[in-house]
């Protein structure tokens, strides 16, 4: 079945550094793939998305290729913000009836 | 302002007391979901609506049950909560199917005592 993989947290950075996420996922076809962010005490938003092989999706400084050949949806940020620190959830979709979930990874900034 | 609201935001009940969670949304997005948050699990989803008096079981149905009477709302209800149930729960909408952007509300704690 479709299912998604996320490296375990905490992730644990200083302030500027390079953040990178892992994601991979098992599905049929060609999925949608997205990243969605929930920070303390909030709801799931969406970060960003891509629909096809070799999409790059991108927001507020984090941005993510779609590569088919890996299985993988990779998150990435230049330089990390203590603002930043939530939880980050890789999800995918095959069509209209759910999203499919990774297991979130929690991601702290220190200053 | 377009959002998802759910109401309560905490709850603390015992078991076999029946209870609901209410959800709207103000989008008017025909999909409908509810999810529940574990530690390690990721959100897993309860059930799910296509439309209004249109519903369907997602991974984790037993012990819940939902109704859509209209498309704005779509209640979640615990008949005979147990323990095993307590957990955070999100509701969710958004356009027709998934491959658009879902919409969450921010989620109730519900604990069962």
């Known amino acids: ?111 | 302002e377009a959002q998802v609201t759910q109401n309560p935001r905490y709850l603390i009940t015992v078991t076999g007391k029946k209870l609901t969670v209410t959800c709207s949304q103000n989008m008017n997005h025909e999909y409908m979901s509810w999810y529940r948050q574990d530690p390690g699990l990721g959100l897993r989803q309860i059930y799910y609506s296509m439309n209004v008096e249109v519903t369907d079981k997602g991974d984790v149905p037993e012990g819940y049950k939902v109704s859509r009477k209209e498309k704005r709302n779509f209640p979640l209800i615990l008949e005979s909560p147990s323990p095993n149930q307590t957990s955070l729960y999100f509701c969710a909408s958004s356009p027709i199917g998934v491959n658009t952007e879902a919409f969450f509300g921010q989620g109730t704690r519900l604990t069962v005592v």
Request: proline fraction near 4%.
């Open chain 1, 1 to 111: 079945g479709n299912s998604v993989t996320q490296m375990e947290g905490p992730v644990t950075l200083s302030e500027e550094a390079f953040l990178t996420i892992n994601c991979t996922y098992t599905a049929t076809g060609y999925p949608s793939l997205f990243w969605y962010v929930q920070y303390p005490g909030e709801g799931l938003q969406l970060l960003l998305k891509a629909t096809k092989a070799d999409d790059k999706g991108s927001n507020k400084g984090f941005e993510a290729t779609y590569r088919k050949e890996t299985t993988s949806f990779h998150l990435e940020k230049g330089s990390v913000q203590v603002s930043d620190s939530a939880v980050y959830f890789c999800a995918l979709t095959r069509g209209t009836d759910k999203l499919i979930f990774g297991t979130g990874t929690r991601l702290q900034v220190f200053p």
